[in-house]
């Protein structure tokens, strides 16, 4: 039972590069989020999505985008990286019902924008 | 909008001492959901507690305790006689019932053990 897993775990970025950041969670949950996190700030939210084909922007959106084509998979995407984003990135997902149930972490994605 | 404020940046105790971190919020919504996450120096996230905006029992579970106060907007998380392995980055966070399950974090509360 893997639970929500991130690829990759460590990245260093030029400046201006793109790269892509995997999420996949066999759990079988509608919502997928990303956040970030950086020193002092605690964890943002990026963007989430609450099911297959939809996505929404979250607190910091800007020069991310994502894609959830597949159930399982939520993509987030850096078209051109910049030395801001240099942060640790968490994708969590959780289960909808009836109440807000507690969100389960990937292991984060280290990236270095340089 | 929702807001998550954890005073404490660092706790410095020593082994066997008790701990409380403190979590203040604010939202608009009168459904919310609050959270406690720990994060070891090994970096994943890891669940503590949910409680719901109707449920103002404490609750205790081993060493940790947690204090809700609605009236205050305060729910406060104890850990009584701390060891080396309670240190880590503590977050508590936020959730309102309209908002998909999104969190709000605090800025987190870094407390160290020393033996």
């Known amino acids: 039972n893997a639970g929500v897993t991130q690829t990759p775990k460590f990245r260093v970025l030029k400046t201006g590069q793109s790269m892509t950041l995997l999420c996949a969670q066999d759990?079988?949950?509608?919502?997928m989020y990303w956040y970030r996190q950086d020193p002092g700030m605690g964890l943002r939210l990026i963007h989430y999505?609450?099911?297959?084909?939809?996505?929404a922007k979250g607190e910091v959106p800007d020069g991310y985008n994502v894609s959830r084509l597949k159930k399982q998979n939520f993509l987030l995407g850096l078209e051109s990286a910049a030395p801001s984003q240099t942060s640790v990135y968490f994708c969590?997902?959780?289960?909808?019902?009836?109440?807000?149930?507690?969100?389960?972490f990937g292991q984060g994605t280290r990236l270095t924008v340089v | 909008a929702q807001k998550v404020t954890q005073a404490q940046t660092e706790i410095s105790v020593v082994e066997k001492e008790d701990v409380t971190l403190d979590c203040v919020y604010e939202?608009?919504?009168?459904?919310?959901?609050l959270f406690w996450y720990k994060q070891p120096p090994s970096g994943e996230l890891v669940f503590l507690i949910r409680?719901?905006?109707?449920?103002?029992q404490n609750e205790i579970s081993g060493r940790y305790s947690w204090n809700f106060q609605k009236s205050t907007s305060s729910f406060n998380f104890t850990i009584t006689a701390s060891q080396v392995v309670d240190s880590a980055v503590y977050f508590c966070?936020?959730?309102?019932?309209?908002?998909?399950?999104?969190?709000?974090f605090g800025k987190g509360t870094m407390l160290l053990v020393s033996p």
């Open positions: 969590a997902s959780s289960y909808p019902g009836q109440g807000v149930f507690e969100a389960f």
């Open positions: 966070a936020l959730s309102e019932a309209s908002g998909y399950s999104t969190l709000t």
């Open positions: 939202t608009r919504d009168t459904t919310y959901y």
């Open positions: 759990m079988n949950h509608e919502y």
């Open positions: 409680r719901n905006s109707f449920d103002e």
């Open positions: 999505s609450v099911g297959e084909g939809t996505t």
